[in-house]
């Protein structure tokens, strides 16, 4: 899902804890994968979650994701 987001769509290898933006997420991509987490997830993030910092690695958008699913 993180992969079809950014601009590489080569089978690139991206660490947990590395910058999405240096592989093309954008403002407009970050706003398109967080709508997909919510629908394949069924979760509802409020406004005040949706800071561009929490969704820039893949652990942040794991860690996010982990708290929906909890409450």
Same mark, same amino acid.
């Given at each position: 899902?993180?992969?079809?987001? &950014?601009?590489?769509?080569?089978? #690139?290898?991206?660490?947990?804890? !590395?910058? %999405? *933006?240096? =592989?093309g997420?954008?403002?407009? /991509? ?6 997909? &987490?919510?629908?394949?997830?069924? #979760?509802?993030f409020?406004?005040? !979650?949706? %800071? *561009?910092? =929490?969704?820039?690695?893949?652990? /942040? ?11």
């Amino acid at each position: 899902m993180v992969l079809r987001s &950014l601009d590489d769509d080569s089978k #690139i290898s991206i660490g947990a804890n !590395e910058e %999405l *933006t240096n =592989h093309g997420l954008d403002s407009i /991509k970050a706003v398109s994968l967080i709508l997909e &987490l919510e629908e394949v997830f069924d #979760i509802q993030f409020a406004d005040e !979650e949706l %800071l *561009t910092e =929490h969704f820039s690695t893949i652990n /942040k958008i794991v860690h996010q994701l982990q708290n929906k699913l909890a409450d």
